[in-house]
Antibody, heavy 117, light 108 residues
Framework: EVQLVQSGAEMKKPGESLRISCKGS????????ISWVRQMPGKGLEWMGR????????IYSPAFQGHVTISPDKSINTAYLQWSSLKASDTAMYFC??????????WGQGTMVTVAS | SYELTQPPSVSVSPGQTARITCSGD??????ICWSQQKPGQSPLLVIY???KRPSGIPERFSGSNSGNTATLTVSGTQAMDEADYYC???????????FGGGTKLTVL
């Protein structure tokens, strides 16, 4: 079964760092790009950026450039989303998704990140 | 920046046809996909490349895309189809994926 399994929910304080993960299985991980998508409470989907696990080439939405880092580790079929200094406004559900045929065909189950003092 | 516009809500009676639109400049020149999201769940792809259905998606879901408007059509709508629906497209001009704001489909 093709799936993306994300790491568990996180509670952090403002200014702390965080890395969440997305592990692919059931397919050749380097064959498909992985995107990260943010969903703030009660809001819609926002594309953050995507990475190519085969060569680590990564592009970002201008809205997230400089605030997050997206990276893959093809040796363990995992993509990461990380922050060096969290803000309260980073509180959201984060999804990873696999690219295929001009769409996101497989989504992870989501990781809830809560940032509060 | 490129924008996709969806109506916030659409209501339909069970068994009727629901149409959800997505508008954007020259949208017909891009591939559009649609995802369904039920409360507490991750999104599920229901239409890709304008009109193709992934394996396991019921035939009652169909799509079209022309001019400035793409449409997701749900024929014979069922209660289980009640969800938020998002259109999505790649904007080559800004090199980013763009989502519509989402449409809440209510089956009355």
């Amino acid at each position: 079964e093709v799936q993306l399994v994300q790491s568990g929910a996180e509670m952090k304080k403002p200014g702390e760092s965080l890395r969440i993960s997305c592990k692919g299985s059931g397919y050749s991980f380097t064959n498909n790009w992985i995107s990260w998508v943010r969903q703030m409470p009660g809001k819609g989907l926002e594309w953050m950026g995507r990475t190519d696990p085969s060569d680590s080439h990564t592009i970002y939405s201008p809205a997230f450039q400089g605030h997050v880092t997206i990276s893959p580790d093809k040796s363990i079929n995992t993509a990461y989303l990380q922050w060096s200094s969290l803000k309260a406004s980073d509180t959201a559900m984060y999804f990873c998704a696999r690219h295929r045929d001009n769409a996101f065909d497989i989504w992870g189950q989501g990781t809830m990140v809560t940032v509060a003092s | 920046s490129y924008e996709l516009t969806q109506p916030p809500s659409v209501s339909v009676s069970p068994g009727q046809t629901a149409r959800i639109t997505c508008s954007g400049d020259k949208l017909g020149e891009k591939y559009i996909c649609w995802s369904q999201q039920k409360p507490g769940q991750s999104p599920l792809l229901v239409i890709y490349e304008d009109r193709k259905r992934p394996s396991g998606i019921p035939e009652r879901f169909s799509g079209s895309n022309s001019g400035n408007t793409a449409t997701l059509t749900v024929s014979g709508t069922q209660a289980m189809d009640e969800a938020d629906y998002y259109c999505q497209a790649w904007d080559s001009g800004t090199a980013r994926w763009v989502f519509g704001g989402g449409t809440k489909l209510t089956v009355l």
